[in-house]
């Protein structure tokens, strides 16, 4: 299924995006696993950068969750750009809504792409004027209050909303809807799916993706198609299980994923040989076997059209226990390693 590599060859071969997230004490720990997970989950799908992360602050200390959770910040947010900042107050917001943050905002307007506001960080974005005239939303207990303190702002009941530059969600849940909807936008609605089936999302769908959403014949055959994976069934038969025709499923999918069932169903068989060549000891005949190949010339073959790469190649990277950790963007370092590492060398 070369279908999200097929979206677009320009966009395939950019730079990675990078995503800030901008962190204030009594910030959703969900919230931002939901924003985070989805791109670490996209990179590893791709075996690439395909995005890059930052957490940061205002001030560069760490943030404190709602949970006590402290986390470190890669720096302040002074200075820093990229290709999207996400405000992420979430319960404290209120109290944050200062006037150091409104400058610190307005002046990030200038260096990023896109500004978003998850959970309540549409309140700072509105509060900093950054929302005057845009379509936007905020999680439901404070819709109103946020109608009334911002007249402004176009406010709409809805779980996320992007308008322009400009992109706000309901809340942690729905901040997961968010980034898995701009990863499917930026490279093919089969990753989104792959990445919708890997969280165990029910057929990724959102409101705001009714293109998707409507597609439940796909959905069905997609889930088959992982069903039968050792053994896969004909294309004929998929289809009479969801209760179409073949020439009708292969139009659907066409429509929906841009791809031709057969196309679909070769990544998902390659995407589960990827899995045991990471992860596994297994012998190459054995994980053709596993993903529906009668040897292991075939899957190679198919493996280094899909993957420009050959089987054997995955195998001389290093394998922890899931996938290389270079792909997966940055993550601040553990202070406590730093400290061992530390007394290490003076001993």
């Not at 179409?244 to 998902?268: F, N």
Request: glycine share 8%.
């Amino acid at each position: 299924m070369q279908i999200w590599k097929n979206h677009s060859a320009a966009v395939q071969q950019a730079a990675a995006q990078q995503i800030d997230v901008l962190l204030f004490d009594a910030f959703s720990g969900l919230c931002l696993a939901n924003t985070i997970e989805p791109m670490r989950a996209a990179n590893t799908l791709a075996g690439r950068a395909l995005y890059r992360w930052r957490l940061l602050t205002l001030g560069g200390a760490p943030a404190t969750s709602s949970s006590g959770m402290s986390v470190a910040a890669h720096g302040a947010l002074s200075g820093q750009g990229g290709d999207m900042l996400i405000v992420m107050p979430s319960y404290a917001f209120c109290r944050h809504a200062s006037a150091a943050t409104r400058r610190a905002l307005r002046a990030a307007a200038q260096r990023y792409a896109v500004l978003a506001g998850f959970d309540t960080g549409s309140w700072l974005l509105a509060d900093a004027g950054l929302l005057d005239g845009r379509r936007a939303t905020i999680h439901w207990e404070e819709l109103e209050r946020f109608g009334e303190a911002f007249p402004e702002v176009l406010v709409e009941r809805a779980r996320f909303v992007e308008d322009g530059d400009r992109v706000t969600c309901s809340g942690a849940q729905a901040a997961f809807d968010v980034m898995t909807h701009r990863i499917g936008a930026r490279h093919g609605q089969a990753l989104r799916l792959e990445l919708a089936s890997l969280f165990m999302s029910p057929d990724g769908a959102t409101p705001q993706d009714v293109r998707v959403a409507r597609g439940r014949s796909v959905a069905r055959a997609i889930r088959l198609m992982q069903e039968h994976i050792e053994q896969p069934l004909p294309i004929g038969d998929i289809a009479r299980r969801t209760g179409r025709s073949q020439k009708d499923l292969e139009a659907r999918m066409k429509r929906e994923l841009g791809a031709a069932p057969r196309s679909v169903y070769r990544r998902i068989r390659l995407l589960a040989a990827q899995k045991l060549l990471k992860e596994t000891d297994l012998a190459m005949a054995e994980v053709a076997l596993r993903a529906g190949y009668q040897d292991a010339s075939a899957m190679a073959r198919a493996y280094k059209a899909e993957f420009g790469l050959r089987p054997s190649d995955e195998r001389s990277g290093e394998r922890i226990g899931c996938f290389a950790s270079d792909p997966l963007g940055a993550l601040p370092p553990d202070p406590q390693d730093i400290f061992r590492k530390k007394k290490d060398q003076e001993a």
